[in-house]
C-alpha cells in the first residue's frame, strides 16, 4: 500500500486535470477538476488500497470522460426497465414515472474503480429508494451490470 505521501496530488487523464481529495486512508481519491470542455462530467476515480491508479483505471475513467452524456443515457435507461422487476417493490405511482417522457433521474456522477468497474450515481430522484443519496448503476466497462440501491448506504 502507498503512503498518502507518495501519491500524487493531481493526475492527468485525457486532458482532465483530477485533484485528489480527502479520504480514509484505506483509499485514494480523485476527483475531475479541470478539462477542455467547460461542462465538465462529475467523475472520480478510486483506489483502494490507497495507491496510484493504474493504467485499466485511468484508461476506464477516460472512457466515462469521453462518453459520459452517453453512457448517463444508458444508465438511465437500464435503471427504467430493471425498476419494473418486482424484487425493487416500486408503486404504481413510481412505476408511471418510468414511463414519464423523461428519466425520473437527473445529476449523474461517476466513481471509477481500480477492477474496471465503476458506478454512476444519479443524485436526484423522486423514487422512494432514491432517498436521500440518490440512486446507482454499476457498470462493467460499458456495459450496466446492476441497481445500486443507496438507500441505506453510508457516504463518505
Known amino acids: 500500500m502507498s503512503r498518502a505521501a507518495d501519491l500524487p496530488d493531481r493526475l492527468e487523464i485525457s486532458g482532465t486535470t483530477f485533484a485528489r481529495v480527502e479520504s480514509p486512508g484505506t483509499l485514494a481519491c480523485w476527483t475531475a477538476t479541470a478539462g477542455p470542455a467547460d461542462d ?37 435507461d437500464y435503471l427504467r426497465h430493471r425498476l419494473r422487476e418486482p424484487g425493487f417493490g416500486l408503486s404504481g405511482a413510481e412505476l408511471g414515472m418510468l414511463d414519464a417522457a423523461g428519466p425520473p433521474f437527473a445529476e449523474p456522477a461517476a466513481v471509477v474503480w481500480a477492477d474496471g468497474t465503476w458506478l454512476l450515481r444519479f443524485a ?18 460499458t456495459v450496466p451490470s446492476g441497481v445500486e440501491d443507496l438507500s441505506e448506504a453510508d457516504l463518505l
Open 40 to 76: 465538465l462530467p462529475p467523475v472520480s476515480v478510486v483506489m483502494e488500497p490507497a495507491a496510484a491508479p493504474d493504467q485499466r483505471a485511468s484508461d476506464l475513467a477516460a472512457v466515462v470522460l469521453a462518453r459520459f452524456g452517453e453512457l448517463a443515457d444508458v444508465g438511465a
Open 124 to 141: 436526484e430522484s423522486d423514487l422512494a429508494m432514491a432517498d436521500p443519496y440518490g440512486i446507482g448503476v454499476l457498470f462493467e466497462g
